[in-house]
């Protein structure tokens, strides 16, 4: 998306999500036409919306930018970003910022930086906030939107 032209709220919210409000039951129970679930209301609904993990925004790395000041090591909020010295994907796993345990979750590791370490990101648990990008002085962190695109179920064949 270019520089801060991707800038977007990259506050984080602890919140867990938020329940849509019931009904009584005494009310609900006794007669089964009334709706149960209320809906939110605009406050509520607006603090749902603040959970939004940014899905469709993907972090992109450039080497050839990055002069190792670890300055997104101290911001990211999930310590999903390491600077080491590259090895077995095994030994690396226990060696990041945050360990890595789910193993079927590929680590991204970058090419070879100017002091031969790498940079190692576990997507496992990046928020997508942003807030590495932007800290990084010379862009070498980028935000960039992209189409999450999966398979979806097949119709049902009949022979
Ligand atoms: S976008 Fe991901 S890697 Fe960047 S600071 Fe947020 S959680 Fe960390
Ligand atoms: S903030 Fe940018 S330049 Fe500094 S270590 Fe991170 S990616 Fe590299």
């Known amino acids: 998306m270019g520089i801060h032209e991707w800038i977007y709220d990259s506050s984080i919210a602890p919140d867990l999500r938020f329940k849509v409000p019931h009904a009584e039951k005494t009310k609900t129970l006794k007669d089964r036409k009334m709706e149960v679930e209320l809906g939110f209301d605009p406050q509520l609904g607006f603090k749902e ?18 002069i190792e000041c670890d300055a997104c090591v101290d911001i990211c909020p999930t310590s999903c970003i390491t600077f080491t010295h590259n090895g077995e994907e095994a030994d690396l796993r226990t060696r990041l910022n945050a360990p890595a345990t789910d193993l079927t979750q590929d680590l991204y590791v970058s090419d070879e930086l100017p002091t031969k370490r790498v940079m190692i990101k576990d997507e496992d648990v990046c928020l997508h906030c942003g ?29």
């Open 131 to 159: 807030l590495c990008a932007e800290r990084c002085p010379t862009a070498a962190w980028d935000m960039q939107k992209y189409l999450y695109s999966v398979t979806k179920a097949g119709g049902i064949k009949y022979s």
């Open 49 to 66: 919306a603040q959970r939004c993990l940014n899905c469709d925004v993907q972090t992109l790395f450039s080497t050839d930018r990055c």
